[in-house]
């Protein structure tokens, strides 16, 4: 009997662990973009997630890396690299590096995120600007997207037009609420293959850089991945946009369209 207890146990123990588990990425996923100005090629992106250890316990590293290419390069260098480091258990960051080469400018910071120690509010450590208290299980502006994937985008009733969902993020030392509006569904053509998609417009604040609050928008794959497949930024000096074109170590096969469907 008491064999039976603990195997039943350990049984629900597993379950809990494996319901707690993102299903829509895992560790090996690495996406790159090709980063458009117009109609000029202006440089790449990647997105990747690997496996890595913070005070001693394994995380996931998620590492965005852009930058520019060719004539844009000559003009004027860009190198920016964020990373995340999050807790696989709670997929919320216990650290993330913010590194910007932009031209001359340069910025380099790193936060450390304790969700643990107070109940009711995250206490965060930044190297440029000290302690801050945060609203508890506060994301930064990568894992924030790990978590729209796997907890927003999977449930249908979720997906209404114009439903607006909110997540607080820790970004540039300050909170910032990624507010993220859904608009519908559209087929975006890749290199890869004509891709079915969830149309979000992150509502931005009119003013130094933006014209209204639906200048950004993003395309998430209407599959079980809900890989970040395109990203559009209409500014006062023109329009950038960083669309897919390699993938791998995806969850699912992504699904494309084909002539035939």
Known sequence: MKRFICLTGVILLMSSFVKGQAVSYKVGEKVTYSIQYGFINA?????????????????????LMA?????????????????SFI??????????????????????????????????????TSDLTGIHIAPPKIHDILSCFYYF??????VDSNLIKGKLTTITTWFCDELYPIRLRYIGTDVIKTKIGKIKCYKFNPVT?????????DDVTFWFSADKNFLPV?????IF?????????????LVYPLETIHKTD
């Not at 060719?70 to 990373?83: Q, R, S, T």
């Not at 709670?90 to 001359?104: A, Q």
């Not at 604040?205 to 609050?213: D, P």
């Not at 000096?237 to 170590?249: H, T």
């Open 43 to 63: 440089g790449t992106g990647t997105l990747e997630l690997t496996s890595d250890s913070f005070n001693g316990r394994e995380v996931w590293h998620s590492k």
């Open 67 to 83: 930058r520019t290419t060719g004539m844009a390069e000559a003009l004027f260098k860009v190198l920016d690299i964020y990373e």
């Open 87 to 124: 807790d696989s258990a709670t997929e919320l960051p216990v650290k993330s590096i913010r590194n910007i080469h932009e031209g001359r400018y340069r910025k380099y910071n790193v936060v450390l995120f304790d969700h643990k120690t107070r109940a009711d509010s995250s206490i965060l």
């Open 149 to 154: 994937r796997n907890h927003i985008l999977p």
């Open 205 to 213: 604040e009119a003013g130094r850089l933006f014209k209204t609050e």
């Open 230 to 234: 395109k990203i559009r930024f209409d």
């Open 237 to 249: 000096v023109g329009s950038f946009s960083c669309e897919i074109v390699n993938y791998e170590g």
